[in-house]
């Protein structure tokens, strides 16, 4: 809570275990707290999140079948630990503001949902409940303190789309518009030329090339994938 200590969880391929472990950030010092092994997905190993006052650490247990998916929290100063999702627990979200909360992700009615467990004195206090139900394509990824819980969408369309921002306060100073109408749906992984005056992005599909747009006038020139990477060896500037 005081932003002196972090929690550290480190994975070891040659002993299949993960350990996590209170990193004090000004000695660099790290204490161990548990040490897990490493089955099923690894995600699991890395989502240890910690309440606001510091007191307990929960993290998902088992790999299903005969280990069934739980969660568990365990108290950081005694190392007690309680079970408080006995069974179809996915992914744990995070910490509600008020720490009265676990919000997790499941499948226990066939599609994948937003639960939540109230937990009191490190203790699961009432049965899960629904938040939200057939999130669909949504990817979790984190919570905030204020209680908004982003998420990311899994889409068949890739656009480029441009803004203009203030780095340093995260201001929106121009509303995102598309970079180009040109190759509609199949433009991805964008960067800027050295001078910030174009846009390099490629296009997926039947159409795959590079393609690289200048910001002022809007002209377009294409860089088919078979000419760039032939043994001609063409080559643009960028």
Not at 103 to 117: C, E, M, N, Q, V
Not at 168 to 184: K, Y
Request: hydrophobic share 35%; charged share 25%; aromatic share 8%.
């Amino acid at each position: 809570p005081g932003g002196e200590k972090l929690i550290v969880s480190i994975a070891s391929e040659k002993s299949q275990t993960a350990s996590t472990g209170i990193l004090d950030i000004e000695t660099g010092a790290m204490r161990e707290i548990m040490k897990r092994p490493m089955v099923g997905d690894s995600y699991q190993f890395w989502r240890t999140p910690v309440s606001s006052n510091g007191r307990y650490l929960c993290y998902r247990a088992g790999s299903g079948g005969d280990h069934p998916k739980t969660i568990k929290l365990r108290e950081l100063a005694t190392g007690r630990e309680t079970l408080v999702v006995e069974k179809e627990a996915g992914d744990i979200v995070g910490w509600s503001p008020d720490d009265s909360k676990i919000l997790f992700l499941s499948s226990r009615t066939g599609t994948k949902d937003l639960w939540a467990i109230a937990v009191r004195d490190g203790k699961g206090s009432a049965a899960p409940e629904l938040v939200r139900s057939n999130l669909g394509e949504l990817s979790v990824r984190c919570n905030a303190l204020d209680g908004r819980i982003y998420c990311t969408e899994i889409r068949s369309d890739h656009n480029v789309f441009l803004a203009e921002a203030v780095l340093g306060t995260g201001e929106i100073v121009t509303p995102p518009h598309r970079a180009t109408d040109r190759f509609l749906g199949e433009q991805s992984r964008p960067v800027w030329s050295k001078d910030g005056n174009k846009v390099l992005f490629v296009t997926l599909g039947d159409r795959a090339r590079f393609v690289a747009l200048t910001l002022a006038s809007g002209d377009i020139h294409e860089y088919p994938v078979d000419q760039v990477f032939s043994p001609v060896g063409n080559k643009f500037a960028w």
